[in-house]
């Protein structure tokens, strides 16, 4: 039953002496409880817990140039707009804000609470309503009365500990605490500035928070979450002018913000993922080593047939170049047409056939861009399938190739149905899907087939590119069942059910901060909480422009880190003929070797995750803080992240580093490939380890297990023409490896693969010395290098310790191992 109580103001007069009077109004919502005063303005939600999900400012005016630290306030801006290179810089000349400084009239409706927005000298700005749309979550409206007012700000207390993670692919920060982050979809910018002034070669190098995947969802550790419905251009200030109060702003005349509470951060995270949605659960061949080749048919056949000949695990082949390529002095560049090159690929259809039965699917690359002497040119500019200007013509800009350039109109239905018409060739030549590249450089000053505001669909620009993929799979995935997937750099609110693989863009190769190999990181986190589980970069970087080719020490970092990523995926980069890559010399080929196979290995754990982030939204990529959310430092590491649930990866993304610190929460952790455990006390602690280049500090905590597959599968592509001897994840069947750390007393660790068929389980511990046997159903087998091998389901017992392995065939082989 919802309770509500309403305060007469009079009540409110008579002689309150406590500085904190009684809410105006009481409520739940949602199974949250609202409370609002309406003297000065101020709004408060808390869970059923009474944890504080969001704490309202005090309503008041605003000081002139001053930030509208209020409850709320509303104004009217101009912006112009300056744009380079898919870099957008807005100039704003706005009046100054209306502080509101009472909630006026509030009232049920239904299930809805409204009020209105008043200034301090009575005049309305506004009203403002508040409703559940979902058990958990609310969502509150501020519409501005004023039809000029087209800024809209929410104001909010920050708590003195109070973490603020998300907001898609920022490259700098994990935690944005102390940070004004702008919300914007355009180019990443090549190299970061430390801040968001527009100054220098700004259309070139990025500012602090540019990046072609802004997503307004935040992730507070109170914990609570935050989605700010918008279109348009956002500002989410985390305490960065005053330590104590933040605040969001919405460039439009309309405020919505979802609130999502948990008991926990996954359970917040969960239900921000009800109200976006969840991407697709991608293929299986998605979580098995994907390597570019290029350069024409003979090579990409080459590079297929030596990757089999050496064991290197692979499912992806694929190829940037399918529509041309061009060789400069110190980059190789793609041809701007949209269908295959014969010149590069004349048995396109037969290499695609090669490629098949080696076990590989197939995948090239699209983009949005229609440059003047592209092969498309005349059919887009002749249909009306441009973007335009205000005259009717084309509108052109100076893109990518340095050539008159101008966009797909993907408002306009007959545009996007000749972009598939035309993409749909390269799948029924034999291409399995694509990089569906770039998406961010929509201008703010063209005019749209559907009359849209291109102010307000720039954002939504990437959507509807991704939109048209999916569409495009699922209708030939309809006709002939081939699994297929694309692959995509850019996005906004709505992209996260349609696009299945994220991928970080073109960093820099080099170590820097910002753009280098350090910001894969902070990318995969914040992308994590936005709704993005499936993450992936190119290994190796790709922009060399203002910095030199990738060198062998950064590809062996860069190797390591991708190989305990969700997707593993390489690039031949910019600076293609100089870059280090696996076949520079021999050491790097079995480098490459050594942890693509680790990859292919950890394929029932990754596919398992990729299971739970589609059922649950969980992010495969994780800041530790979702499994210990009270460990401060969970909250805040850029250069730390949960594969999963239980290996801490650290990377080393330090130039010319042998060693690293590590932070581990309490508890005791194992080297995931081998060594003495350390032990963390109450409050954590930190070690130095050693990192060799050809190594990656990683730890499992005591107490769990993991599955992998057996050494020597190739692939996760299973289909009827694959050679009888490249070996697919189908032919392992229920044969299996498992890792076990034991734990203390009453310690348990489980988990299941194949639909819940086959499961596992770890219960007790610790072993101080394994002994010379194990039993295994009643019967002794004997340890071989820390490691027995049974068959069949049954329960294994070491000591204090037992291994559960239920379901698969009664001649299953699994080899559990005690690193």
Same mark, same amino acid.
């Given at each position: 039953?919802?309770?509500?109580?309403?305060?007469?103001?009079?009540?409110?007069?008579?002689?309150?002496?406590?500085?904190?009077?009684?809410?105006?109004?009481?409520?739940?919502?949602?199974?949250?409880?609202?409370?609002?005063?309406?003297?000065?303005?101020?709004?408060?939600?808390?869970?059923?817990?009474?944890?504080?999900?969001?704490?309202?400012?005090?309503?008041?005016?605003?000081?002139?140039?001053?930030?509208?630290?209020?409850?709320?306030?509303?104004?009217?801006?101009?912006?112009?707009?300056?744009?380079?290179?898919?870099?957008? +810089?807005?100039?704003?000349?706005?009046?100054?804000?209306?502080?509101?400084?009472?909630?006026?009239?509030?009232?049920?409706?239904?299930?809805?609470?409204?009020?209105?927005?008043?200034?301090?000298?009575?005049?309305?700005?506004?009203?403002?309503?508040?409703?559940?749309?979902?058990?958990?979550?609310?969502?509150?409206?501020?519409?501005?009365?004023?039809?000029?007012?087209?800024?809209?700000?929410?104001?909010?207390?920050?708590?003195?500990?109070?973490?603020?993670?998300?907001?898609?692919?920022?490259?700098?920060?994990?935690?944005?605490?102390?940070?004004?982050?702008?919300?914007?979809?355009?180019?990443?910018?090549?190299?970061?500035?430390?801040?968001?002034?527009?100054?220098?070669?700004?259309?070139?190098?990025?500012? +602090?928070?540019?990046?072609?995947?802004?997503?307004?969802?935040?992730?507070?550790?109170?914990?609570?979450?935050?989605?700010?419905?918008?279109?348009?251009?956002?500002?989410?200030?985390?305490?960065?002018?005053?330590?104590?109060?933040?605040?969001?702003?919405? /460039?439009?005349?309309?405020?919505?913000?979802?609130?999502?509470?948990?008991?926990?951060?996954?359970?917040?995270?969960?239900?921000?993922?009800? +109200?976006?949605?969840?991407?697709?659960?991608?293929?299986? !061949?998605?979580?098995?080593?994907?390597?570019?080749?290029?350069?024409?048919?003979?090579?990409?056949?080459?590079?297929?047939?030596?990757?089999?000949?050496?064991?290197?695990?692979?499912?992806?082949?694929?190829?940037?170049?399918?529509?041309?390529?061009?060789?400069?002095?110190?980059?190789?560049?793609?041809?701007?047409?949209?269908?295959?090159?014969?010149?590069?690929?004349?048995?396109?259809?037969?290499?695609?056939?090669?490629?098949?039965?080696?076990?590989?699917?197939?995948?090239?690359?699209?983009?949005?861009?229609?440059?003047?002497?592209?092969?498309?040119?005349?059919?887009?500019?002749?249909?009306?399938?441009?973007?335009?200007?205000?005259?009717?013509?084309?509108?052109?800009?100076?893109?990518?190739?340095?050539?008159?350039?101008?966009?797909?109109?993907?408002?306009?239905?007959?545009?996007?149905? !000749?972009?598939?018409?035309?993409?749909?060739?390269?799948?029924?030549?034999?291409?399995?899907?694509? $990089?569906?590249?770039?998406?961010?450089?929509?201008?703010?000053?063209?005019?749209?087939?559907?009359?849209?505001?291109?102010?307000?669909?720039?954002?939504?620009?990437?959507?509807?590119?991704?939109?048209?993929?999916?569409?495009?799979?699922?209708?030939?995935?309809?006709?002939?069942?081939?699994?297929?997937?694309?692959?995509?750099?850019?996005?906004?609110?709505?992209?996260?059910?349609?696009?299945?693989?994220?991928?970080?863009?073109?960093?820099?190769?080099?170590?820097?901060?910002?753009?280098?190999?350090?910001?894969?990181?902070?990318?995969?986190?914040?992308?994590?909480?936005?709704?993005?589980?499936?993450?992936?970069?190119?290994?190796?970087?790709?922009?060399?422009?203002?910095?030199?080719?990738?060198?062998?020490?950064?590809?062996?970092? /860069?190797?390591?880190?991708?190989?305990?990523?969700?997707? $593993?995926?390489?690039?031949?980069?910019?600076?293609?003929?100089?870059?280090?890559?696996?076949?520079?010399?021999?050491?790097?080929?079995?480098? !490459?070797?050594?942890?693509?196979?680790?990859?292919?290995?950890? !394929?029932?754990?990754?596919?398992?995750?990729?299971?739970?982030?589609?059922?649950?939204?969980?992010?495969?990529?994780?800041?530790?803080?979702?499994?210990?959310?009270?460990?401060?430092?969970?909250?805040?590491?850029?250069?730390?992240?949960?594969?999963?649930?239980?290996?801490?990866?650290?990377?080393?993304?330090?130039?010319?580093?042998?060693?690293?610190?590590?932070?581990?929460?309490?508890?005791?952790?194992?080297?995931?490939?081998?060594?003495?455990?350390?032990?963390?006390?109450?409050?954590?602690?930190?070690?130095?380890?050693?990192?060799?280049?050809?190594?990656?500090?990683?730890?499992?905590?005591?107490?769990?297990?993991?599955?992998?597959?057996?050494?020597?599968?190739?692939?996760?592509?299973?289909?009827?023409?694959?050679?009888?001897?490249?070996?697919?994840?189908?032919?392992?069947?229920?044969?299996?490896?498992?890792?076990?750390?034991?734990?203390?007393?009453?310690?348990?660790?489980?988990?299941?693969?194949?639909?819940?068929?086959?499961?596992?389980?770890?219960?007790?511990?610790?072993?101080?010395?394994?002994?010379?046997?194990?039993?295994?159903?009643?019967?002794?087998?004997?340890?071989?290098?820390?490691?027995?091998?049974?068959?069949?389901?049954?329960?294994?017992?070491?000591?204090?310790?037992?291994?559960?392995?239920?379901?698969?065939?009664?001649? +299953?082989?699994?080899?559990?191992?005690?690193?």
């Amino acid at each position: 039953m919802r309770r509500i109580t309403i305060t007469p103001l009079y009540v409110l007069l008579l002689g309150c002496s406590s500085s904190s009077p009684p809410p105006t109004l009481e409520t739940d919502l949602g199974g949250l409880a609202v409370r609002l005063w309406s003297s000065p303005a101020r709004l408060q939600v808390s869970d059923p817990d009474g944890r504080i999900v969001f704490d309202g400012l005090l309503g008041g005016p605003v000081a002139e140039g001053s930030p509208p630290l209020v409850a709320a306030a509303v104004r009217h801006a101009d912006v112009a707009w300056d744009t380079g290179f898919g870099t957008f +810089r807005p100039r704003e000349t706005a009046e100054p804000w209306n502080g509101v400084a009472r909630f006026d009239d509030p009232r049920l409706a239904g299930d809805t609470v409204r009020f209105d927005l008043r200034a301090e000298d009575g005049a309305t700005l506004g009203s403002a309503e508040l409703s559940s749309p979902a058990p958990g979550e609310l969502l509150l409206v501020l519409r501005a009365a004023d039809p000029r007012h087209n800024r809209v700000s929410l104001g909010f207390a920050c708590t003195p500990d109070e973490h603020f993670l998300g907001l898609g692919g920022q490259s700098w920060d994990v935690d944005h605490r102390g940070r004004t982050v702008p919300l914007w979809v355009q180019e990443d910018g090549i190299g970061k500035d430390e801040t968001d002034d527009y100054q220098g070669l700004w259309y070139i190098v990025g500012r +602090r928070h540019q990046t072609h995947t802004p997503i307004p969802i935040a992730l507070s550790s109170r914990p609570a979450g935050l989605l700010l419905d918008t279109s348009r251009y956002a500002l989410f200030d985390f305490c960065s002018t005053d330590p104590a109060r933040g605040r969001l702003e919405a /460039w439009e005349g309309e405020l919505r913000l979802h609130l999502f509470a948990g008991e926990d951060p996954a359970r917040v995270l969960r239900r921000v993922s009800d +109200r976006v949605g969840r991407p697709d659960l991608p293929p299986a !061949f998605a979580f098995a080593p994907w390597l570019d080749a290029l350069y024409g048919s003979d090579n990409v056949r080459r590079v297929a047939r030596k990757l089999r000949d050496l064991d290197i695990p692979s499912s992806v082949i694929w190829t940037e170049d399918w529509r041309g390529g061009n060789e400069g002095p110190d980059a190789y560049s793609l041809d701007e047409d949209w269908r295959v090159d014969r010149d590069l690929y004349p048995d396109f259809e037969t290499l695609a056939d090669d490629l098949h039965a080696l076990g590989f699917k197939f995948l090239t690359y699209n983009n949005t861009f229609v440059v003047r002497d592209a092969d498309v040119w005349d059919e887009v500019t002749t249909a009306g399938h441009a973007i335009r200007t205000p005259a009717g013509d084309p509108y052109t800009f100076l893109g990518v190739t340095f050539a008159d350039t101008t966009l797909i109109d993907l408002s306009n239905p007959a545009a996007v149905a !000749f972009t598939k018409d035309v993409y749909r060739q390269g799948l029924l030549q034999g291409a399995d899907g694509w $990089m569906a590249d770039y998406a961010e450089w929509l201008p703010t000053d063209c005019v749209l087939h559907s009359g849209a505001d291109p102010e307000a669909f720039h954002n939504l620009y990437p959507v509807e590119f991704q939109r048209l993929n999916r569409e495009l799979l699922a209708e030939q995935h309809a006709l002939d069942g081939v699994e297929r997937l694309f692959f995509a750099r850019s996005g906004w609110l709505g992209s996260q059910p349609l696009v299945s693989v994220f991928w970080a863009g073109d960093q820099q190769t080099d170590f820097s901060p910002g753009d280098g190999l350090p910001s894969v990181i902070p990318m995969g986190l914040g992308l994590g909480i936005a709704g993005f589980p499936y993450f992936a970069h190119d290994i190796g970087g790709y922009q060399s422009g203002l910095t030199e080719p990738t060198t062998r020490e950064l590809w062996y970092r /860069w190797v390591t880190l991708g190989a305990l990523s969700p997707v $593993m995926r390489t690039h031949h980069g910019r600076s293609a003929r100089q870059n280090w890559n696996w076949e520079s010399d021999a050491a790097s080929t079995e480098h !490459f070797r050594r942890w693509a196979v680790l990859h292919m290995r950890l !394929f029932p754990y990754l596919y398992r995750l990729a299971e739970i982030a589609h059922d649950t939204g969980l992010p495969i990529l994780r800041p530790l803080a979702l499994r210990w959310p009270a460990w401060e430092p969970g909250w805040t590491a850029t250069d730390q992240f949960l594969l999963g649930d239980r290996i801490v990866v650290a990377p080393v993304v330090t130039e010319g580093a042998a060693s690293r610190d590590v932070r581990l929460p309490p508890g005791t952790f194992f080297p995931l490939l081998g060594g003495p455990p350390l032990t963390a006390g109450p409050d954590g602690a930190t070690f130095t380890v050693p990192a060799p280049l050809e190594e990656l500090p990683a730890f499992v905590p005591a107490g769990s297990l993991l599955v992998l597959l057996p050494e020597g599968v190739d692939t996760a592509v299973a289909e009827p023409d694959t050679d009888e001897a490249v070996v697919t994840v189908a032919d392992a069947g229920d044969d299996r490896e498992l890792w076990v750390w034991p734990g203390g007393e009453g310690a348990t660790s489980e988990w299941t693969e194949v639909g819940g068929r086959l499961s596992y389980r770890l219960d007790g511990g610790p072993i101080d010395v394994l002994p010379a046997a194990a039993d295994w159903n009643g019967t002794p087998v004997p340890f071989v290098e820390r490691a027995v091998t049974v068959t069949g389901p049954g329960t294994l017992t070491v000591g204090p310790v037992t291994v559960t392995l239920v379901g698969g065939s009664p001649d +299953r082989t699994v080899v559990l191992r005690f690193p």
